[in-house]
């Protein structure tokens, strides 16, 4: 059992470029998540997929877009990244909403230059 | 969800027991107590939870007062590895995923 995996580990942008970070669960749950944390924060969601086939914004979504491609996967677009995307962005998710207990991946540094 | 307060920073020396305290005075009756620890770098990671009574897995126990007002989360035998930033958050059951918000959290350094 993997849990949570994303990709990459590590990125490094010019602004304005394109990048899809991509997120992968094994648990077979339902809900799905990405936050953003910048240094010395807290986490922050962006997007959110309470089961396949639905996504809904969370406290900060401009300037990203999210796919639940299925089940098992949720993946974020930065569609021009921009330097105050610079951040470690983490997937995480729950078997359902109901109790949130989530389980977190490793994270993907992602620095905009 | 109710708001928690926890103390900014706590030191534990390895091999002892490591108490971590959470104040959440204003909890309701269906919230829940949940931990979770956030070592360097690394993706946030859950530990336990509870509603009223005493709980233990592997990692840690759980111990609520009471009036629910407060709660410790123990770690019986720190190690260097413990050392992280640990969260304690308050919420009720949702019927659809929402987030979960991290306060600043217990930063515990466990040292030799």
């Known amino acids: 059992n993997a849990g949570v995996t994303q990709t990459p580990k590590f990125q490094v942008l010019k602004t304005g470029q394109s990048m899809t970070l991509q997120c992968a669960q094994d648990?077979?749950?339902?809900?799905m998540y990405w936050y953003r944390q910048d240094p010395g924060m807290g986490l922050r969601l962006i997007y959110y997929?309470?089961?396949?086939?639905?996504?809904d914004k969370g406290e900060v979504p401009n300037g990203y877009n999210v796919s639940r491609l299925n089940k098992r996967e949720f993946s974020l677009r930065l569609e021009s990244a921009a330097p105050s995307q610079t951040s470690v962005y983490f997937c995480?998710?729950?078997?359902?909403?109901?109790?949130?207990?989530?389980?977190f991946g490793p994270g993907t540094r992602l620095l905009v230059l | 969800d109710a708001k928690t307060t926890q103390p900014t920073s706590m030191d534990c020396a390895e091999g002892r027991a490591a108490n971590l305290p959470c104040n959440h005075s204003?909890?309701?009756?269906?919230?829940?107590v949940y931990w979770y620890r956030q070592i360097h770098s690394q993706g946030p990671q859950y530990i336990i939870h509870?509603?009223?009574n005493n709980e233990t897995n592997e990692m840690a126990s759980l111990i609520i007062t009471e009036d629910r007002k407060s709660s410790t989360l123990i770690l019986p035998h720190a190690t260097l590895r413990d050392t992280a930033v640990y969260y304690c958050?308050?919420?009720?059951?949702?019927?659809?995923?929402?987030?979960?918000?991290f306060g600043t959290g217990t930063r515990l350094q466990v040292t030799l």
């Open positions: 995480a998710s729950s078997i359902s909403g109901s109790h949130e207990t989530q389980y």
């Open positions: 648990m077979n749950h339902n809900s």
């Open positions: 997929s309470a089961s396949e086939g639905t996504t």
């Open positions: 204003t909890i309701s009756g269906n919230e829940y």
């Open positions: 509870g509603l009223k």
């Open positions: 958050i308050v919420r009720a059951p949702r019927i659809l995923a929402s987030k979960l918000t």
